[in-house]
T-cell receptor
């Protein structure tokens, strides 16, 4: 248990569906991240939120829409996804503003787009 | 984002020492280097973090040369349960935590 919780753990959705991934942390961290991990590929940074403001959007398609309503919660809204978007989506949090930042990760959501 | 590179895979046997390197040529002055372990379908787990020279904890050591353009994770006596993917991570810019390409370690009996 890392203190970062992601739901759901598994999700299967059609290309016309709309779904959301949820991430929650109660570690008092002020930065939250979404990463994508495709099969046998390294982790790709998607979005970074610091103090509830988006500070990084790493050329992610608009069919992925993040939302950070407060410092403890992060969402990733999904719509009209493609089969190649099937991947493990990982959320992380850290205490930004410190030099020795350790990121804590959730267990991930395994997304399958059919 | 600058690429942070690692060997794709490594093989070892139980009880051996394993050294995994990471190349991060564009590391900034204030960036720390962190290593994570990841098992299938799980989030990465923190192993060790360092800034320069050598850091050691109960599970690993981290060696960082003076120029800090690379780092080496050392696992002293691996066991079968150490079979996993190992990632280095560097903060590139403000709170932009970027992972290396990952090294898949296979430990055999």
């Amino acid at each position: 248990e890392t203190g970062v919780t992601q739901t759901p753990r598994h999700l299967v959705m059609g290309m016309t569906n709309k779904k959301s991934l949820k991430c929650e942390q109660h570690l008092g961290h002020n930065a939250m991240y979404w990463y994508k991990q495709s099969a046998k590929k390294p982790l790709e940074l998607m979005f970074v939120y610091s103090l509830e403001e988006r500070v990084e959007n790493n050329s992610v398609p608009s069919r992925f829409s993040p939302e950070c309503p407060n410092s403890s919660h992060l969402f990733l809204h999904l719509h009209t996804l493609q089969p190649e978007d099937s991947a493990l989506y990982l959320c992380a949090s850290s205490q930004g503003g410190q030099e020795n930042t350790e990121a804590f990760f959730g267990q991930g959501t395994r997304l399958t787009v059919v | 984002l600058a690429k942070i590179t690692q060997p794709i895979s490594m093989d070892s046997y139980e009880g051996q020492e394993v050294n995994i390197t990471c190349s991060h040529n564009n590391i900034a002055t204030n960036d720390y280097i962190t290593w994570y372990q990841q098992f299938p379908s799980q989030g990465p787990r923190f192993i060790i973090q360092g800034y320069k020279t050598k850091v050691t904890n109960e599970v690993a050591s981290l060696f960082i040369p003076a120029d800090r353009k690379s780092s080496t994770l050392s696992l002293p006596r691996v066991s079968l349960s150490d079979t996993a993917v190992y990632y280095c991570l560097v903060e590139e810019g403000f709170q932009k935590l970027v992972f290396g390409t990952g090294t898949r370690l296979l430990v055999s009996p």
